[in-house]
């Protein structure tokens, strides 16, 4: 029986005109990267469980995607760990690897083993695919790429400004308006000080991070089932219904937290960003945005989330600082700070908004017709000039009827054909034909070339 070709549910194909589009993003993302001096790295697709286990909180770990150990990785089982059947014990004896979930934790390993190749502050940008086992949806997929920028070994809130900066630039790039919230994980750690509960601030930004999915009513049910007090969870509101300005806002939250170190310090980096602001052209809106809360668990200042303000979908940047997820690998007290773009999610807006230009979709801008030996032994020496000149061209490989060729051209938007048959080559010329226009016209190769090149 032949078996119905399938690929598992969250996954996609990208053909050609996909690929060159998502290639689009890419490009875009990385010309901004190394435009602010970042260097490109890359990480395997498994890491060791034991470096990806605990860095994104329960609700992460259980997204992991784990590999099964090579060999008859069942046979050192005893019976004992069999009949109690605890899956997480199971699986942590059946798995010693993983596929990454995000490339931070990667980055992080990356940068305690290389930490003696590599200059601080450490710049670097990095964009490959990773693994969640969520449930697939729209803009939410299992498997999907990612575009990474940090810096490491730098406390500066210049970074900060910086990554700000650079999502101004590609989201213009792109042609994409968006809105970029920003908060502090100190402040949120001095909300949960302030209402009674510091030791909950994971329950607590975890529940406050689905509040745009969920609603307030069940993120304080939530916060109830995580033994939060009804006193508690009522001091708690005026934050996540806070309205005004960012200087409102910050004044406003200075009074709340006068009594919390850490949410003060939490407001004064904020205030410095805010202020570095000033001092720069960026055009996107930058919103301070008390539920933000990233329900990652290694941030520690500064996070970021950036939304599209013209398609309903979820986050299609984010990120934030770290202050020692390096220390877990045995490299403590190195802060860093980064962003992520979703370059799947951002694909899916593009095509929303259909907002691709022609240029992404095109994969050779001139096709040459094939009539038979000698012509395409002609043929074949033009498209030696045109590549040289950096104008991306074919062949059609085969003499087959001038019908099947031009439906070639069609189906691949290929935007031009050139047409030489015996006349043009005793001419030493080109019948060069528009496929949008139908407009045609007899060049020389140099006028052909700077034709292609300036359409």
Excluded at 91 to 107: A, I, M, N, Q
Excluded at 349 to 365: C, G, M, T
Excluded at 400 to 429: C, L, R, T
């Amino acid at each position: 029986m032949i078996q119905k070709p399938s690929i598992p549910k969250g996954t996609r194909d990208f053909g050609p005109e996909e690929m060159s589009r998502r290639n689009y993003i890419f490009d875009n993302i990385r010309s901004v990267f190394q435009k602010y001096a970042f260097q490109p790295i890359e990480t395997p697709a498994m890491e060791n469980l034991s470096s990806l286990l605990g860095k994104y909180g329960d609700e992460g770990d259980k997204l992991l995607f784990r590999i099964l150990n090579s060999g008859d990785f069942a046979a050192k089982i005893d019976e004992k760990a069999y009949s109690e059947k605890d899956s997480s014990i199971l699986s942590g004896l059946f798995c010693e690897k993983g596929l990454r979930y995000d490339l931070t934790v990667p980055f992080a390993r990356f940068v305690v083993q290389n930490r003696n190749e590599i200059s601080f502050p450490f710049k670097r940008y990095q964009i490959q695919p990773v693994w969640r086992a969520d449930r697939p949806q729209r803009g939410r997929y299992r498997e999907f790429y990612q575009c990474d920028v940090d810096v490491i070994g730098s406390n500066s809130l210049f970074n900060e400004l910086e990554l700000i900066q650079i999502i101004d630039e590609v989201f213009e790039l792109l042609n994409l308006k968006v809105a970029i919230k920003l908060n502090n994980r100190k402040v949120l750690a001095g909300i949960a000080e302030i209402i009674g509960h510091p030791e909950k601030i994971i329950d607590i930004t975890v529940a406050i991070d689905k509040l745009d999915k969920i609603g307030q009513e069940k993120v304080n049910q939530e916060l109830a089932e995580k033994g939060l007090d009804k006193g508690a969870i009522d001091k708690l509101q005026p934050f996540l219904l806070m309205k005004g300005s960012n200087e409102e806002k910050l004044n406003l939250m200075r009074k709340h937290l006068s009594n919390s170190e850490v949410g003060t310090k939490g407001l004064d980096e904020l205030q410095k960003v805010f202020s570095y602001l000033n001092l720069v052209e960026v055009n996107v809106p930058v919103e301070l945005d008390l539920t933000l809360a990233r329900g990652l668990n290694y941030y520690t200042g500064a996070i970021f989330e950036v939304k599209s303000t013209e398609v309903e979908i979820g986050s299609i940047c984010g990120g934030g600082r770290y202050d020692d997820l390096t220390g877990i690998f045995g490299l403590p007290d190195v802060s860093g700070v980064g962003i992520s773009f979703g370059a799947d999610r951002i694909y899916d807006v593009l095509l929303q908004l259909n907002r691709f230009p022609e240029s992404a979709r095109i994969s050779s801008k001139i096709m040459f017709v094939n009539f038979g030996e000698k012509e395409a032994e002609y043929c074949i020496q033009q498209l030696a000039k045109l590549r040289e000149a950096g104008i991306s061209s074919e062949l059609y490989p085969d003499s087959a009827k001038m019908k099947k060729q031009m439906s070639y051209a069609d189906n691949k938007k290929i935007p031009f054909v050139a047409i030489v048959g015996e006349n043009e080559i005793q001419q030493e010329k080109i019948n060069l034909k528009n496929m949008e226009t139908g407009e045609q016209k007899l060049l020389k190769i140099d006028e052909l070339i700077s034709s292609l090149i300036s359409s």
